[in-house]
């Protein structure tokens, strides 16, 4: 079973379009997380959902939108996609009743982006 | 100045040798010390979790954590070619709330 899932897997879309990238993990976890890894391996994080409640809000631009229905699933939102959104996008979850991060975190197989 | 650094390698080395892979970072709230390994088109996997100073061993990996130096090691011994992957650090501070990964080092592991 997978632990961290994500859809889709490859994304390729025009500038300027929306598009929505979708997370869902049956850990049982109540911190979920959004993660963006550009071409040079960096990793850094955008998103932190607790329960559905937003923990962690970096600084990224407000075309991002995450939505937590449930804290089984946090999905990400993307207004007018640039040229440099192009990217791999990674959703993780821990286990965490305090909203912060005190165990590990499991990462999704990730989303590659390509904005033409 | 980041606040972790990494040297993004590439790093080659044969079967067998024992490897060191390094972090620098510059904010001394960090508590956590991480490493994940990443390989190809897949999401990092958590390796080594150390709370302070001090060793940790498992298996054929040691993380080593050096807060008056502010700098962190993850030694593989005996390596071998399924090692070869990127290796990221991750560090946050006591409270979680901030946290930040290195840019990863690519290690090849020739057999």
């Known amino acids: 079973d997978t632990a961290v899932s994500q859809t889709p897997k490859y994304l390729v879309t025009q500038m300027g379009n929306d598009k929505s990238i979708k997370c869902e993990q049956n850990?049982?976890?109540?911190?979920m997380y959004w993660y963006k890894q550009d071409s040079k391996k960096f990793l850094k994080i955008m998103f932190s959902?607790?329960?559905?409640?937003?923990?962690i809000n970096e600084t990224v631009p407000n075309r991002f939108s995450p939505k937590s229905p449930d804290k089984a699933h946090l999905n990400l939102h993307i207004n007018s996609l640039e040229l440099g959104d192009s990217a791999v996008y990674f959703c993780a979850s821990s286990q965490s009743g305090t909203g912060g991060r005190t165990d590990t975190q499991y990462f999704g197989p990730g989303t590659r982006l390509t904005v033409l | 100045q980041k606040e972790v650094e990494q040297d993004p390698g590439p790093l080659s080395v044969p079967e067998g040798a024992i490897v060191s892979l390094n972090c620098t970072y510059s904010?001394?709230?960090?508590?956590?010390f991480m490493w994940y390994r990443q390989y190809s088109r897949k999401g990092p996997e958590l390796l080594m979790y150390?709370?302070?100073?001090g060793n940790k061993e498992d298996g054929r990996f040691t993380a080593q954590v050096d807060k008056s130096s502010k700098y962190i090691s993850l030694f593989i011994r005996d390596s071998q070619p399924s090692d070869s992957a990127t290796y990221l650090c991750e560090m946050s501070s006591y409270n979680f709330n901030k946290f930040y990964f290195g840019s990863g080092t690519k290690l090849n592991v020739k057999p």
């Open positions: 959902y607790n329960n559905k409640e937003l923990i």
């Open positions: 850990l049982g976890h109540d911190t």
């Open positions: 904010n001394s709230a960090f508590q956590y």
């Open positions: 150390t709370y302070s100073s």
